[in-house]
């Protein structure tokens, strides 16, 4: 018996779950496959009564249920850009202590949104310069800034700048420049790998005059990408010193529901036996 997560990091805010489930029940009527919605990481601390009475699901607890049920195997969706620490490290780890109690289960992990080892993808891109266009206001060819959160992972930062430059070729005769940034990065020349810093981006005379679009490298609404966030922040201050620059950003990619054809494809190729960004096969039969 088989069961398929759509697997998140995980946030504090309710719209963060929210927004999972939606996608996770929209994927469900699109392949005709049961998929559900679970987090690495923090949405279980949420209020239940936030999100429609029904606690958000971890996926380590969600694991083991199933596998005390009968479940056989675990394929899990990533709702990750790249390969980060959590997919690649936590999650593992995680599921090896389910496994342990459940040698039986085992485990397949589909390839995240974009991987540069498949064939060459446009479509994040397209989602994406479309999330640009639908903020382009007049005839103004804007400047656009792709910014995501920053990652101490060289190989998630370069899924970054991989997409910057499909974006760049998309919006080549709609925008005068296509660039990116991270919100934040940690301290020391091992993670200079992050610059430019967003808030030293729109500092720098090349943008601190006339209109800036961030295409906002960000799934679901949290306290950085969210209403009020620390995106949110970074803008207004930008703003208040340098008086002509006006900054807009996009919707998120997870608010787009093209990024359901990606999700869908990943899936049909994780279940025709595609490529996989790890597998954890079963260890034996459990003893009675």
């Known amino acids: 018996m088989r069961k398929i997560l759509l697997v998140d990091n995980g946030s504090l805010r309710p719209a963060a779950t929210l ?24 949405s279980f601390k949420i209020p239940p009564e936030q999100l ?52 039986q289960l085992s485990v397949k992990v589909a390839p995240p949104l974009v991987d540069t080892r498949l064939a060459p993808d446009l479509r994040l891109a397209q989602l994406l310069a479309d999330n640009v266009r639908e903020r ?24 970054r700048n991989y997409l910057t430059g ?4 998309l919006l ?34 090349a943008l601190a005059e006339g209109d800036v679009i961030l295409s906002m490298l960000f799934l679901s609404p949290g306290r950085h990408a969210g ?11 930008a703003m208040s010193r ?7 950003t996009t919707r998120l990619v997870g608010e787009n529901d093209a990024i359901l054809e990606l999700l869908a494809t990943r899936l049909q190729q994780a279940l025709a036996g595609g490529p996989l960004l790890m597998e954890l096969p079963a260890i034996g039969a459990k003893d009675d």
């Open 242 to 248: 340098a008086p002509g620059l006006n900054v807009v």
């Open 136 to 159: 382009i206001s007049g005839q103004s060819r804007p400047k656009v800034v792709l910014v995501d959160h920053g990652s101490p992972i060289p190989e998630v930062t370069a899924v």
């Open 172 to 205: 080549a005769d709609e925008a005068e420049c296509v660039t990116f940034a991270s919100m934040e990065r940690r301290e020391g020349d091992a993670y200079r790998f992050n610059e430019p810093l967003l808030e030293d981006l729109l500092a720098s005379p």
């Open 52 to 103: 429609g009475g029904r606690k958000a699901d971890s996926l380590g607890p969600l694991a083991e249920r199933y596998a005390a049920e009968g479940v056989t195997e675990l394929l899990i969706l990533p709702f990750f850009f790249g390969p980060s620490q959590a997919l690649t490290r936590y999650l593992p780890e995680r599921l090896a202590e389910v496994q342990a109690n459940y040698p």
């Open 227 to 237: 209403e009020g966030g620390d995106i949110a922040e970074i803008c207004a201050q």
């Open 166 to 169: 499909q974006l760049s070729a």
């Open 19 to 42: 927004n999972l489930r939606r996608l996770a029940d929209a994927l469900s009527q699109a392949t005709d496959e049961a998929v559900e919605a679970a987090s690495l990481l923090h």
